[in-house]
């Protein structure tokens, strides 16, 4: 009898529950016309889409902070030159701001980043836009853009401070995958298939990017019990 208590359990934790919630996270309304790719402020194609978790702001936000990494400031004068100052000096700046990209016809609602080293020129980072649509349980969709940025430049487009992205935005969204598969706050992971149409272009800022062209989609788990929420930096709207 115990064994077959634990068989059952077995089957249940590992494969029916799993693959419920892969079924789920893949029926939301949201996904039925998400955009493949973000804009720029005057509409220029920009970073792709190759990110998506369904959950509250709240469990969002503590699932990347549990994960390690940072919600990024506010983009503002103050910020750019603080940026600017870092990365001439080779100091720490955990927290820099990342530039708005549009989704829906808006800016990102989350951006989170996770230093390399003490250099501010390279970063992981990821920005989030949250849904109009929800789910059966009340849960909205976040549509995401996992990229590492490799150096800081001129943009050649605005003359404005932002940041050279690495092509290879597969690697940086696996990183993200990693870090948040660690925390054990996922549930159903998988990855929607030629998601991105085109498997090569170039973002915003004149960088080239190529993909394999899938999405990762996972719910982040819900919680029941809160620690005191991680400060979030609102994003300009």
């Known amino acids: ?3 077959l208590s634990g068989g059952l359990y077995g089957a249940a934790a590992y494969v029916a529950a799993p693959e419920f919630w892969r079924y789920y996270s893949r029926h939301h309304p949201a996904l039925a016309a998400l955009p493949v790719t973000t804009q720029t402020g005057d509409g220029t194609p920009a970073d792709p889409l190759n990110f998506a978790l369904v959950g509250t702001r709240r469990e969002v936000v503590h699932c990347l902070v549990a994960a390690g990494w940072r919600p990024a400031d ?6 750019s030159l603080e940026i600017v100052e870092a990365s001439v000096l080779g100091k720490p700046y955990e ?18 980043e996770k230093p390399v080293g003490n250099n501010p020129r ?3 980072h990821v920005r989030f836009w949250e849904s109009a649509e929800l ?3 009340g849960r909205p969709l976040w549509a995401g853009a996992a990229i590492f940025d490799r150096a800081v430049e001129l943009s050649r487009r605005t003359g404005q401070v932002t940041h050279q992205i690495d092509g290879d935005i597969d690697r940086e969204r696996e990183t993200l995958v990693r870090d948040l598969t660690r925390t ?16 090569s272009g170039k973002n915003g800022g004149g960088d080239h990017w ?28």
């Not at 506010?74 to 910020?79: A, E």
């Not at 927290?95 to 990102?108: D, E, Y």
């Not at 992971?189 to 991105?196: C, I, K, L, N, T």
């Open 122 to 124: 390279q970063r992981h």
């Open 74 to 79: 506010p983009l503002s004068l103050k910020s």
């Open 95 to 112: 927290t820099a701001p990342v530039s708005n990209l549009f989704l829906w016809g808006r800016p990102q609602d989350l951006a989170f």
């Open 135 to 137: 789910d059966a349980n």
């Open 210 to 237: 190529h993909t394999d062209g899938r999405l990762f989609l996972a719910i982040v788990a819900p919680e029941l019990q809160f620690a005191p929420e991680p400060h979030a930096a609102p994003q300009p709207r």
């Open 184 to 199: 054990n706050r996922l549930l159903g992971q998988s990855y929607v298939d030629d998601f991105q149409p085109v498997k």
């Open 1 to 3: 009898m115990l064994l």
